[in-house]
C-alpha cells in the first residue's frame, strides 16, 4: 500500500496561492488513480480534485474549477494541487488520496469511499 504526506499547507490571504504536495512512497504512484479531498471544521470530507492514473482524466468540485489544477509527477512519485486566487470558503485541511486503478485507466473518483490510501493532512487557512 502507497503511503502518503503531504507539505505545503499554511496561511495565504484572500486572493493568494499555494501549491501543495504529496509525496508517495512504498510503491510508484503509475497504476494509482489520486486525488486531493479537505475537510473544514464541523464538516465532512469532500472531494476537490482528481486524476486518472493515465493522467487524461480530471474532475474538479465544482467551487474550484478555474483555480485549482491537480497534477502528477510519477518520475518523482509526487502529486500536486496548484490553488489560485483562494477565498476563505477554501480553508480546510487538505488530503491527498491514492488507491489501484488496474485496468481502469481513466477512473477518476472523488468520494471517500474509493480511496484507499490517505495523508495526514495539511492546514490551508485562508484569511486577511
Known amino acids: 500500500q502507497v503511503q502518503l504526506v503531504e507539505s505545503g499547507g499554511g496561511l495565504v490571504q484572500p486572493g493568494g496561492s499555494l501549491v501543495l504536495s504529496c509525496a508517495a512512497s512504498?510503491?510508484?504512484?503509475?497504476?494509482?488513480?489520486i486525488g486531493w479531498f479537505r475537510q473544514a471544521p464541523g464538516m465532512e470530507r469532500e472531494g476537490v480534485s482528481c486524476?486518472?492514473?493515465?493522467?487524461?482524466?480530471?474532475r474538479y468540485y465544482e467551487p474550484v474549477k478555474g483555480r485549482f489544477t491537480i497534477s502528477r509527477d510519477n518520475l518523482k512519485n509526487m502529486i500536486y494541487l496548484q490553488m489560485n486566487n483562494l477565498k476563505p470558503e477554501d480553508t480546510a485541511v487538505y488530503y491527498c488520496?491514492?488507491?489501484?486503478?488496474?485496468?481502469?485507466?481513466?477512473?477518476?473518483?472523488?468520494?471517500?469511499?474509493?480511496?484507499?490510501?490517505w495523508g495526514q493532512g495539511t492546514q490551508v487557512t485562508v484569511s486577511s
Open positions: 512504498g510503491t510508484t504512484l503509475d497504476d494509482y488513480f
Open positions: 486524476m486518472s492514473s493515465n493522467g487524461r482524466n480530471t
Open positions: 488520496a491514492a488507491h489501484p486503478a488496474f485496468s481502469l485507466r481513466y477512473l477518476c473518483e472523488m468520494t471517500t469511499k474509493a480511496f484507499g490510501s
